[in-house]
Nanobody, 127 residues
Framework: HVSILECGGGSVQAGGSLRLSCAGDWEEYSTNCMGWARQGPGKEYEVVAAILTGSGASYYADSVKGRFAIVHEGDAGKRTRYLQMNDLKPEDTAMYYC??????????????????WGQGSQVSVSS
């Protein structure tokens, strides 16, 4: 499976923005999809965003639709994808994990199941 290197995270006030990055040799390992999941304090794990690396089809959790987006920038996108998080809310506070290699894909309706995980980045949003 692909190795993942993720960076980013930090603290921000409500309404602010943060960007998480995730790098991996997606093409070399024929990674079918990648994305991010999070786990907040006392909360269950939640897949927030995912994208099929081939078609570009995407999934976003209802809790982040319209605020979060997976983006890439030019050729750098071949290895690095970003989770752009806008209009952050205190309930977005969580450990965010970049993940890849989907064992299941439910389209834009159902969250995918990831196999490979990064080390996690803390995001804290204060009110």
């Amino acid at each position: 499976h692909v190795s993942i290197l993720e960076c980013g995270g930090g603290s921000v006030q409500a309404g602010g923005s943060l960007r998480l990055s995730c790098a991996g040799d997606w093409e070399e390992y024929s990674t079918n999809c990648m994305g991010w999941a999070r786990q907040g304090p006392g909360k269950e794990y939640e897949v927030v965003a995912a994208i099929l690396t081939g078609s570009g089809a995407s999934y976003y959790a209802d809790s982040v639709k319209g605020r979060f987006a997976i983006v890439h920038e030019g050729d750098a996108g071949k290895r690095t994808r970003y989770l752009q998080m806008n209009d952050l809310k205190p309930e977005d506070t969580a450990m965010y994990y970049c993940a890849a290699d989907c064992s299941s894909w439910g389209g834009h309706v159902y969250a995918p199941t990831f196999v490979t995980w990064g080390q996690g980045s803390q995001v804290s949003v204060s009110s």
